[in-house]
């Protein structure tokens, strides 16, 4: 079946540090790819997505690449501030279906 | 602003108790709405999808008669936890897919979550 991988957390960071956050993903066919991110005590936010090989999601500097060679999905921030300190999930869609599957969730905490 | 909306937000009850939580779609009809369980440290699992006017659809391993989804409306579907007990305590999401939207804009709209607390 379907399955997304994603680094285990905790990753903590001082503010201004380069963040990666790994996701690959196993699937048969081309789904959509998307980053989703969970603030502390909240619901999860759609943070970017991706529909296609070769596509670039970005916002909120953050940004991540559909790869298709290599099934991945990797998060990436040049600079993070603490207000980014979060768990972000990474998460496959096929069009058709209404079923998302998560990664596992990564827990980024940006210290000052 | 919010287009899912989840109530209450944070339960905390005596075992035995049953608990009905509930979710809303506020900017449209949704026929569909998931319900998703996550535990500590864990992903989200989806537990049922909901439908307008039929059964809930139940993921492998979730109890039907544990966690009752009633989807009476185009804009409601509730939960309710019966007979709850302390494994029962998790952290209680769901979503909705607004049908005028593509799937890959925007899968789903999720609501902020319920944490769930049982003594």
């Known amino acids: 079946g379907d399955s997304v991988t994603q680094m285990e957390g905790p990753v903590t960071l001082s503010e201004e540090a380069c963040l990666t956050i790994n996701c690959t993903y196993t699937a048969t066919g081309y789904p959509s790819l998307f980053w989703y991110v969970q603030y502390p005590g909240e619901g999860l936010q759609l943070l970017l997505k991706?529909?296609?090989?070769?596509d670039k999601g970005s916002n909120k500097g953050f940004e991540a690449t559909y790869r298709k060679e290599t099934t991945s999905f990797h998060l990436e921030k040049g600079s993070v501030q603490v207000s980014d300190s979060a768990v972000y999930f990474c998460?496959?869609?096929?069009?058709?279906?209404?079923?998302?599957?998560f990664g596992i969730g990564t827990k980024l905490q940006v210290i000052p | 602003g919010a287009v899912v909306s989840q109530h209450p937000s944070r339960v905390i009850c005596k075992s035995g108790t049953s608990v009905k939580i509930e979710c809303r779609s506020l900017?449209?009809?949704?026929?569909?709405m998931f319900w998703y369980r996550q535990f500590p440290k864990q992903s989200l699992m989806l537990m049922a999808t909901?439908?307008?006017?039929?059964?809930?659809?139940?993921e492998q391993g979730v109890e039907k008669d544990k966690f009752l989804i009633n989807h009476a409306s185009l804009t409601l579907s509730t939960l309710t936890v019966t007979s709850a007990h302390p494994e029962d305590s998790s952290f209680y999401i769901c979503?909705?897919?607004?049908?005028?939207?593509?799937?890959?804009?925007?899968?789903?709209?999720f609501g902020d979550g319920t944490r769930l607390s049982i003594l």
């Open positions: 900017d449209f009809q949704a026929t569909t």
């Open positions: 991706a529909t296609k090989a070769d």
């Open positions: 909901s439908n307008e006017g039929s059964k809930a659809t139940y």
């Open positions: 979503s909705a897919r607004d049908p005028n939207r593509g799937l890959g804009n925007q899968p789903q709209h």
């Open positions: 998460a496959l869609l096929f069009g058709g279906y209404q079923k998302v599957t």
